[in-house]
């Protein structure tokens, strides 16, 4: 398997637009998580899917962050309209139950300018 | 919110010498996990450690887990130029599967 795949890996976009960050698990996995991670608040789990399922989104910072799983092998995380202070590497993770280790995606740069 | 906090934040060494983090959490737990970060990439699983184990190895890590006082430490051994990299700590809560990650430790090992 090719591991989690994100896209893009980096994106740049301006103030008020809406960004779509790409997700593609791995095969067989039940669980999906996003994170994002900043220097200054670390490593925060955005929302996490269990069998393509929203479980927990606590963690979406506000209304214009969004979070679907339409099926089993893809996941989308939108942000509209996008700000300056979303600017943050997003990683998305598998596992294949509860309880075991995770594998992470290569994460996607985001810079809202 | 983060469920555990790194000591310390930032660790220098000199190869060859032993690194030890150490993590702090604040609820119950099913299993503890330390992973790997180099600048720039996703994060790496190093190990798991289930809430009823006291100490894991694999290789040059060791980690030990005292559930009473709600606390970890990663050991490196003989400590390489490549182990340069930020660990975390990440716990799953008891009552749910949310997997929640440290601050983490940057550990620079000196050639």
């Known amino acids: 398997d090719a591991g989690v795949i994100q896209s893009p890996r980096h994106e740049v976009t301006e103030m008020g637009q809406e960004v779509t960050l790409r997700c593609k698990p791995i095969?067989?996995?039940?669980?999906l998580f996003w994170y994002r991670q900043t220097m200054m608040r670390g490593l925060e789990l955005l929302i996490y899917f269990n069998n393509n399922v929203p479980i927990d989104d606590s963690g979406m910072p506000e209304d214009r962050f969004s979070a679907k799983m339409p099926n089993a092998s893809f996941s989308t995380l939108k942000i509209q309209p996008s700000e300056p202070r979303d600017s943050a590497v997003y990683f998305c993770a598998s596992t294949i139950w509860d309880y075991t280790e995770a594998f992470f995606g290569q994460g996607t740069r985001l810079t809202v300018v | 919110s983060q469920q555990g906090e790194e000591d310390p934040q930032a660790l220098s060494i000199q190869e060859g010498e032993n690194a030890t983090m150490n993590c702090s959490y604040k609820?119950?737990?099913?299993?503890l996990q330390w992973y790997r970060q180099n600048s720039g990439r996703g994060l790496v699983h190093l190990i798991l450690i289930r809430s009823n184990e006291r100490e894991k190895h694999s290789g040059r890590l060791r980690v030990t887990l005292d559930t009473s006082k709600k606390s970890s430490s990663l050991l490196i051994t003989a400590s390489r130029a490549a182990d340069t990299a930020s660990y975390f700590c990440?716990?799953?809560?008891?009552?749910?599967?949310?997997?929640?990650f440290g601050s983490g430790t940057r550990l620079l090992v000196r050639p």
């Open positions: 095969s067989g996995h039940d669980y």
């Open positions: 990440a716990t799953d809560a008891a009552s749910s599967y949310k997997l929640i």
């Open positions: 609820t119950s737990i099913n299993n």
